[in-house]
């Protein structure tokens, strides 16, 4: 299941300009570094990255993962006005999205950071030794400052894994299917994937996510192992395999996704 499939959903589609028909292959212009525009929305001017693209056929407005940022991405060779209105069209949406970011949330003493179904305040402890443990309700980081993110991010990882890998070969057994291999990774694109030889992978940014969450994205993945697609049939094996409601795991997805890309 792809996040930008699910950010597809939300863009305005209806305002974009007619495709054009792609013209004879040329030599690779070369590309301006991204530059920051301001969009008036009822007076409120709304920065947006503005880019061109080799691969964009249209132009359209993108949510940056990570930063939150909005980014209007254009073909090389599309007029730079053409752009520019596209994105002044759309200026109540870019304002919606901008309201709706939240910032970074960096990995460091101090920062709350939901651990599945509870937040926890994370403390860096430089006077111990061992790694990192929770203690009375909080996330406890030994060792040194500059490590203290790398350390949290693999204990995190571990934690999700150890979870997703007892959900996967339950539910995988529940009809009669084998899990291979199972990997966590910091992927900002899948929340969730499915490899034919039966290895699934999963986002370790799931462990920010509610428990019933993690326990669709599983069932979703286990689903795949006996359907390579999206059709009514794999929906009704993933809602079987699911403890909690599926739509409303999609919609908590949908909403809160981005969020969980902005912490660490
Ligand atoms: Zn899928």
């Given at each position: 299941m792809s996040l930008?499939?699910?950010l597809r959903d939300l863009l305005p589609g209806t305002a974009r300009p007619k495709r054009r028909t792609p013209v004879a292959a040329k030599?690779?212009?070369?590309?301006?570094?991204p530059e920051a525009i301001t969009v008036d929305h009822a007076g409120v001017p709304l920065v947006v990255m503005f880019e061109r693209s080799a691969k964009a056929r249209r132009v359209s407005l993108?949510?940056?993962q990570r930063s939150g940022r909005v980014r209007l991405v254009a073909p090389p060779r599309m007029a730079r006005e053409t752009a520019l209105g596209f994105a002044r069209a759309q200026a109540a949406w870019i304002h919606g999205r901008t309201l709706r970011q939240s910032p970074p949330v960096p990995f460091a003493d101090g920062a709350v950071i939901p651990l599945f179904d509870t937040p926890h305040v994370v403390r860096h402890r430089p006077d111990r030794r061992g790694t990192v443990w929770i203690e009375d309700g909080a996330l406890h980081v030994a060792g040194r400052a500059e490590h203290l993110s790398r350390r949290l991010h693999d204990w995190l990882a571990g934690e999700l894994r150890a979870r997703v890998s007892t959900l996967a070969h339950a539910k995988a057994a529940r009809i009669d299917r084998k899990v291979t291999r199972i990997t966590v990774r910091d992927t900002a694109t899948q929340w969730g994937s499915c490899a034919r030889a039966?290895?699934?992978s999963f986002s370790t940014r799931l462990i920010f996510a509610p428990t019933m969450v993690v326990d669709y994205v599983v069932a979703h993945e286990v689903a795949?192992?006996?359907h390579a697609n999206h059709g009514p049939q794999f929906w009704a094996l993933t809602t079987k395999l699911t403890d909690g409601d599926v739509a409303a795991c999609r919609a908590w997805l949908r909403r809160n996704g981005e969020r969980l890309m902005r912490l660490g």
């Open positions: 930008f499939d699910s030599p690779k212009p070369l590309l301006p570094p993108r949510v940056d039966g290895g699934l795949h192992l006996v």
